[in-house]
């Protein structure tokens, strides 16, 4: 069973630019939720999608953006960045109809933003 | 909305000692789920325990064991024999049973187990 997987490990970008977060979710999983971690504070959800459509959205604007694609993997899209988009980005899959909807998260995406 | 507080921002424990963690949550739903996850330094996050609103007794996952209560809106996770293995960061986590896909965290405790 394969678990998930996010791409790039680490990511430095200037504010005004644009990043592209990649989440691989686990094996059988169809959804997958992202979540902004700041140092030291816990993930703040950003939003799931479901069957390539986002399924809920926590309270980020909308430069924050993503897609699900056939075979369930997402992407994390943020326009415009500040200097407060530097954070973990922590994606978790999950499987609707599973055990309490339970999340397996990946080992993230630490952007720093300068 | 939901909120989860932990009141707890560290814990330092002897190796073999017991330590419990606080979380308290509001929300008026009477469905939900309630779990503690662990993340350890530079590692991903995953799921220590879980715990059903609707079920009266305590979740228990070998030496990791919760005190649920619902009244209170009280969830503690209690560590019995800590192992250095057990050094992380430690999140109080919330999800209702009306919407069961936004999980909302607590700000964490830190756990230090010491040799």
């Known amino acids: 069973e394969t678990g998930v997987t996010q791409s790039p490990t680490h990511l430095i970008k200037t504010r005004g630019q644009q990043v592209t977060l990649r989440c691989s979710s686990q094996?059988?999983?169809?959804?997958v939720s992202w979540y902004q971690q700041a140092l030291g504070q816990g993930p703040q959800f950003i939003f799931q999608y479901y069957r390539e459509e986002e399924n809920g959205r926590g309270n980020f604007p909308p430069r924050f953006s993503g897609l699900q694609f056939p075979n369930y993997s997402s992407e994390l899209n943020v326009n415009a960045l500040e200097l407060d988009d530097s954070a973990l980005y922590l994606c978790?899959?999950?499987?609707?109809?599973?055990?309490?909807?339970?999340?397996?998260f990946g080992p993230g995406t630490r952007l720093t933003v300068l | 909305a939901q909120t989860v507080t932990q009141s707890q921002p560290e814990m330092s424990v002897q190796e073999a000692e017991t330590v419990t963690l606080s979380c308290t949550y509001d929300?008026?739903?009477?469905?939900?789920?309630l779990f503690w996850y662990k993340q350890p330094p530079s590692r991903q996050m995953i799921l220590v325990i879980r715990q059903e609103a609707y079920k009266q007794q305590n979740a228990t996952e070998n030496r990791f064991s919760v005190n649920f209560q619902k009244a209170a809106k009280s969830f503690s996770l209690k560590i019995s024999d800590s192992q250095l293995g057990d050094t992380a960061m430690y999140f109080c986590a919330f999800v209702p049973g009306s919407n069961d896909y936004k999980l909302s965290f607590g700000a964490g405790t830190t756990v230090t187990v010491r040799a």
């Open positions: 094996s059988g999983h169809n959804t």
């Open positions: 929300t008026s739903e009477s469905n939900y789920y």
């Open positions: 978790a899959s999950s499987l609707v109809g599973g055990l309490h909807n339970e999340q397996f």
